[in-house]
């Protein structure tokens, strides 16, 4: 069994169990915050990039990972998440789109083992939210479970100008905190959620 200490990136506290993630209203520019509301990362996405790129401040600013698409075009593909103090590539972020119900799997870089799955909750709002008019206004929701497929947590959109995740992680004894509250970024940016 994989321990989740083993992703623990440097330079940033994930110990709580609950973040809010908020998009600024002009780009795709998040922060997360704590369940005390400090700030604990920063993502945005890089602007006129070839492949997409994320990379990832602490509080301070200073840089602690960062995620890049495996492709140019990468509406449905792997994304690599790399700690920035060692340049160690961490985890994969999976994307399996469909039209029905999308799922993200965290995989270990090296074995390609997989840590965690991140999946929508309900065919019939996904598919809502990519026909209807005005279907992105309705809140993802996304279920975290385990590469047993045991519940972990859930990532629940909230109604707003700008988009807003409340992250629950209920048991994060396998699974790794980093890329769940980086994949709930991600996922909003690429998908222009």
Known sequence: ?????EYDIGGIDLSDDRYTIEQSLIRKKYT???????????GKQKLFKLKEEFPFVDADGNDVFTVTAGGVID??????????????DLVVLDN???????????RDAEADTELASIT????????????????????HKYEITDADGRHVGAIDGQLSFRDRYEIRVDDASTVPK???VAAAMVIDAIQEN
């Open 178 to 180: 980093e890329p769940i």
């Open 1 to 5: 069994m994989v321990s989740a200490r």
């Open 120 to 139: 929508s909750r309900g065919a019939l709002v996904t598919l809502a939210r990519s026909t209807l008019p005005f279907g992105e206004l309705i809140p």
């Open 32 to 42: 997360a915050s704590n369940a005390a509301g400090d700030t604990v990362l920063k």
């Open 75 to 88: 509406v449905a593909g792997d994304y690599l998440l790399s700690d920035a103090r060692t340049g160690e």
């Open 96 to 106: 399996d789109f469909s039209i029905l119900q999308d799922t993200w799997t965290i």
